[in-house]
């Protein structure tokens, strides 16, 4: 019964490669964040969901663009992918305004 | 400037031991909360205990309890007697503000790696 999940898990691609990373929550939370954890595992909000509206876009380039088809999902894709995009992308979700955040389990992508 | 400093890269504690892990923070936000995870190597965040800005005690789960220090803007989590299972990475972070403005986004800390020995 997991409650943030993400897939795929390991995802290795080459570089110029377009990729997506797929999340979904069954907490009934209206938030949904992703997050990315680089190689020295400082963790960083890239966009934040709430209802399906962006609300917060942390400088990420164009490259990235997130989306939301309904509340409980919020999908990563990635275009022309670089060298540098090789991290740990983390979903997450959270009630509206207040509460902790549930992160689903990672997606490691490695650009070679 | 960090919004989250965690001066401690790694440590190692004996097991059954107590370890203290530091945690500043910057804020002019009146209302914040502050929130300690943890990441084995398996890799993925375990939230272990919440400190809201406004709470007058301070947080306690379990082995874990939160040093909350306002004035002095600093949000230590204290494990006590360690066991090996302990060893991870261990994330501060914090909450801004309150409502939907706020966007709700956890800043965080560079982390504290914990390493317990038997």
């Not at chain 1, 399906?52 to 999908?75: G, Q």
Request: proline share 4%; aromatic share 12%; hydrophobic share 30%.
């Amino acid at each position: 019964d997991t409650a943030v999940s993400q897939t795929p898990k390991y995802l290795v691609t080459q570089m110029g490669n377009d990729k997506s990373i797929k999340c979904e929550q069954n907490l009934g939370h209206d938030t949904m964040y992703w997050y990315k954890q680089d190689s020295k595992k400082f963790l960083k909000i890239m966009f934040s969901y709430n209802n399906k509206e962006l609300i917060i876009n942390e400088t990420v380039p164009n490259r990235f663009s997130p989306k939301s088809p309904d509340k409980a999902h919020l999908n990563l894709h990635i275009n022309s992918l670089e060298l540098g995009d090789s991290a740990v992308y983390f979903c997450a979700s959270s009630p509206r305004t207040r509460g902790r955040a549930f992160f689903g389990q990672g997606t490691r992508l490695t650009v070679v | 400037a960090q919004k989250i400093t965690q001066t401690q890269p790694g440590m190692f504690v004996q097991e059954k031991e107590a370890v203290t892990l530091d945690c500043t923070y910057d804020t002019s936000d009146p209302s914040y909360g502050l929130f300690w995870y943890k990441q084995p190597s398996s890799g993925e965040m375990i939230f272990l205990i919440y400190q809201g800005s406004y709470d007058q005690q301070n947080a306690t789960e379990g082995r874990y309890s939160l040093n909350f220090q306002k004035a002095r803007k600093s949000a230590n989590l204290v494990i006590s007697a360690s066991q090996l299972g302990d060893s991870a990475m261990y994330f501060c972070a914090m909450r801004e503000g309150i409502g939907e403005a706020a966007g709700n986004k956890l800043t965080f800390g560079g982390g504290t790696r914990v390493l317990v020995k038997p």
